[in-house]
């Protein structure tokens, strides 16, 4: 069986049982190979992962941000982006929407109910949120003090001007 997959920026067909077969010691020898190798597919991750020179959060919006625009991370990340470029940045957002825990449960009368019908909580318990702008651990203490300097709220109140 294959499947198609992405990674290192394209996508690749893949066989399971192969993949699957692979064991620690090859996967972190061709780890270490492309990250010593800054021509080879793969090497920036491969080096930051071998070397634990991972991207630290600058910027997780708060209640406050979210009030001033729908998208604060957007709005950092881009300013953030303009300030130092691109390959010092990175940006994670998953905002799903919240959606009631719903499965069967047996009630004490041996019904096969709802969870939602007999859990209140169970209904309005809130979506996890990942929302996050990065910066490569060379650009973290200038970025930070960018980002005091230029006040959250600033680049948020002139993205809100942007947009309308």
Not at 13 to 36: C, G, Q, S
Not at 74 to 95: C, M, N, S, W
Request: with cysteine.
């Amino acid at each position: 069986m294959k499947i198609a997959t992405a990674g290192c920026g394209e996508l690749q067909r893949i066989h399971i049982p192969d993949h699957l077969a692979l064991t620690d010691n090859e996967v972190l020898a061709a780890m270490r190979k492309a990250a010593d190798d800054p021509a080879s597919a793969g090497h920036d991750a491969a080096r930051r992962i071998l070397r634990r020179d991972f991207y630290r959060v600058l910027y997780s919006p708060s209640a406050e941000d979210r009030n001033i625009t729908l998208k604060p991370t957007e709005a950092i990340y881009r300013a953030a982006v303009q300030e130092f470029g691109p390959e010092f940045l990175a940006k994670d957002t998953h905002l799903p929407e919240a959606k009631p825990m719903e499965f069967a449960v047996e009630t004490d009368a041996g019904e096969i109910v709802s969870s939602v019908s007999e859990s209140q909580v169970l209904g309005r318990i809130p979506a996890a949120r990942f929302d996050f702008v990065f910066v490569t651990r060379q650009k973290l203490a200038e970025a930070r003090q960018w980002l005091d300097r230029k006040r959250i709220r600033g680049i948020l109140e002139a993205t809100v001007k942007e947009e309308a």
